[in-house]
């Protein structure tokens, strides 16, 4: 079977579940191909930040409760001992700690007690729709977050604390994990923009006539733009949700800035839904310039045809065995001494007339007909 080439499989969304079904809940089973897990402190309060990296999940014990705020982030989900450790020394609960290991959840938020779980989707390059699973824990004077692999948009957010810009040094840990997803979802506005340009890009192609290469370029933002999609619009239902529904860990000041948040999924999500219309628009392009095409090469095709088939018929009238000399009747020119020449010139001025009355009529070219349409236009 014949494979198009413009159809990326490994854009198709995969369920990696390694649990097997029927397994007990609540057990951890990372991906053997998964990197192993770095994990680093930032403790801050109004006029302090202390910021530095721990070898193991037991050190974080001599460094919770110093400060106002701890932030532990976590990079990497190979090692199932250190997730599980850091769960027992945070108290959460299994089934939550399954949903980190297992990176297919969708954008969630869920209530376990003392401590919020939120899942979300962040983009790991603005030229590319590869997304990976961000797991956060909120609790009173913690935010947990574990990420698939180093690297994030949240430096912004670092910088801010280091500088000790704006509010955030001096609120608590609701405002810190609105300013991680506000982060994440703003990281989605170059990715759109990028397909954006790239979409404008396609255009100018197939106005310029490159057909063929703009036609898969157009199937692979259309795949991007739908995994983008599956990403952000249950992450708008998971801020819609900590904006909605009170709780004691979000304060109302909190849930101001997190409308805004939501806001801005909003827009994402309709600047998705733009450019994959506009892809549909630029597919039907696409395929409106291979009919005209098409119609285009069949028109001089059978004009070519109904030149011939006169001269065809021409040729097969002296082309037939009669006899001249057994009767006046029998074809007398092929005794001429100009036949030949003759039948040729009728064979041309009929080809000629052909031609004539097919520009004429506006069939072939820039026609009379065409003309007059145009001055008629013009008055």
């Not at 809940?25 to 770095?38: F, H, Y």
């Not at 014990?61 to 400060?67: A, E, I, S, V």
């Not at 404008?200 to 370029?217: C, K, M």
């Not at 600047?271 to 009919?291: G, K, P």
């Amino acid at each position: 079977m014949t494979t198009l080439p413009f159809i990326r499989r490994f854009h198709r969304p995969r369920v990696r579940r390694r649990t097997k079904p029927g397994s007990s809940p609540g057990v951890i089973r990372t991906d053997p191909q998964a990197p192993p897990p770095t994990i680093r402190v930032v403790g801050y309060g109004a006029g302090e930040m202390d910021e530095f990296d721990v070898p193991s999940a037991g050190a974080l014990k001599d460094h919770l409760g110093k400060h106002a705020v701890t932030w532990i982030n976590v990079d990497g989900l190979g090692d199932a001992e250190t997730i599980a450790e850091v769960g027992r020394l945070f108290d959460l609960h299994p089934l939550a700690l399954e949903d980190v290991v297992n990176v297919h959840q969708r954008p969630k938020v869920e209530e376990y007690g003392e401590y919020l779980f939120i899942v979300l989707r962040i983009v790991d390059d603005p030229k590319s729709a590869r997304t990976e699973q961000i797991s956060i824990f909120l609790g009173k004077d913690f935010v947990l977050t574990f990420q698939e692999r180093a690297g994030d948009c949240w430096n912004p957010v670092r910088d801010r604390l280091r500088t000790s810009r704006g509010r955030i040094r001096n609120l608590g840990t609701d405002y810190l994990v609105y300013a991680l997803i506000d982060a994440a979802v703003d990281a989605y506005f170059p990715v759109a923009d990028e397909y954006g340009d790239r979409l404008d890009a396609v255009e100018d192609e197939l106005t310029q006539g490159h057909a063929p290469h703009s036609f898969g370029s157009i199937q692979h933002i259309r795949t991007d733009l739908l995994v983008l999609r599956r990403a952000m619009a249950p992450l708008r239902e998971a801020v819609n949700q900590l904006v909605r529904d009170p709780h004691p860990l979000v304060t109302h000041d909190t849930r101001i800035y997190l409308r805004d948040c939501y806001d801005h999924t909003i827009q994402i999500l309709d600047l998705l839904q733009t450019y994959r219309e506009v892809c549909s628009d630029l597919r039907e392009f696409y395929f409106a310039m291979v009919s005209q095409r098409t119609n285009e090469i069949m028109r001089v095709l059978t004009v070519i045809a109904t030149i011939f088939m006169p001269l065809t018929f021409v040729a097969g009238v002296y082309g037939m065995n009669f006899d001249p000399e057994a009767s006046p009747w029998n074809m007398p020119e092929l005794s001429w001494r100009l036949g030949y020449p003759a039948a040729l010139g009728l064979m041309a001025a009929i080809a000629i007339g052909q031609l004539l009355y097919f520009r004429r009529h506006g069939w072939l070219g820039k026609g009379r007909r065409r003309r007059r349409n145009r001055r008629g236009n013009g008055r």
